[in-house]
């Protein structure tokens, strides 16, 4: 499939989903659209968390296991921190605080945020365009039965433990589209737009809340299909099949693509769920994702169901 495509993505599930598609069409085709609700400051740098685990993904650097930050980190500067007392629950390995400290020195230069996530992505030679949703602040908050949360206190310090009650995100309002962005979906070279196997309520909507985005997918003319985050009943990782449960959902591919009515025109789901009846077009793979090889046959089976789409 040639032309241009463009992927909505958040979290660790959607970087594996970007690597895939970077195995079956040129990187330079590709331009990624990226959650940063998840974005906050923290010792006063700004912190990028899904920029950033595309950003180690896409270049080798990830830490696979653990699903964020680099392989082989080390620790000198969270030991140190810590000696002085420091706020510890957000662990910043000392590779990693190249990238806060160049983008937080960048921002308070007056740059955007693109501009930094550009340097980056140009400095690793990943070939793709990689852009935040917004160069505008916008924060996901969770209301929980333990209280208000910014969304690292929830991902992180809380664990994911408190039960959500409601999802917000603070600034969406008043947010622009990053440059590219809406050009990249309402490109007539765009042939497929997908939205990556992340946590829909977490790391698409914040996508979805910037105003613009969501106009421009529904007036769009390239197929969107989204990649499912169930596997087997389950989310393979994260807190998906937790808050679904918490927002009064099954945990069913029905409920995903009704999240996703109006902007999604399909839905690939996984071969373990296949019985599960689904009322839009769908396509039936094995999306678990463990080898670059799973990533790329996900990527393949989502593109496939998009060109089925566009007829
Ligand atoms: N996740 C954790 O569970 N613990 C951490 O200490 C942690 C630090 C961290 C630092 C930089 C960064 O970019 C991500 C980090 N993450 C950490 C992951 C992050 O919370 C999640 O990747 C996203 O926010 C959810 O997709």
């Known amino acids: 499939m040639s032309g241009r495509i463009v992927v909505l993505t958040g979290g660790v599930g959607g970087a594996k989903l970007v690597l895939g598609l970077m195995q079956v069409c040129p990187p330079e085709d590709i331009t990624a659209i990226v959650n940063t609700g998840d974005d906050f400051r923290h ?79 140009t400095a690793w030679d990943l070939g793709l365009k990689i852009l935040p949703m917004s160069d505008d602040a916008v924060a996901t908050h969770v209301s929980t039965d333990a209280g208000d949360l910014p969304f690292q206190r929830y991902f992180v310090e809380q664990r994911c433990a408190p039960a959500v009650r409601a999802i917000r995100f603070e600034g969406a309002e008043q947010a622009y589209p990053a440059p590219g962005v809406i050009e990249a979906i309402s490109d007539p070279a765009t042939r497929a737009i997908v939205i990556a196997p992340s946590n829909p309520w977490l790391s698409v909507d914040p996508i979805l809340a910037v105003p613009g985005i969501r106009e421009a997918l529904a007036a769009r003319k390239a197929p969107v299909v989204a990649v499912s985050p169930i596997v087997g009943g389950q989310a393979v990782k994260g807190p998906t099949a937790k808050l679904m449960g918490e927002l009064g959902l099954g945990v069913t591919n029905q409920a995903i693509a009704a999240h996703y009515e109006g902007v999604i025109d399909a839905l690939l789901v996984d071969v373990r769920d296949a019985g599960e009846g689904l009322d839009i077009p769908h396509a039936v793979t094995d999306t678990l994702m463990k080898t670059l090889d799973d990533r790329a046959r996900v990527a393949r089976a989502a593109l496939d169901l998009a060109e089925r789409i566009a007829g």
């Open 43 to 121: 010792l006063g740098l700004a912190i990028s968390p899904d920029i950033d685990t595309l950003l180690y993904t896409l270049s080798g650097r990830a830490n696979a296991a653990q699903g964020w930050g680099r392989e082989g980190e080390t620790w000198s500067f969270m030991d140190a921190l810590k000696s002085l007392d420091g706020e510890d629950w957000f662990l910043l390995g000392d590779g990693d605080m190249a990238l806060h400290v160049l983008r937080s020195h960048m921002l308070a230069s007056g740059e955007t945020l693109s501009a930094a996530t550009a340097r980056f992505a």
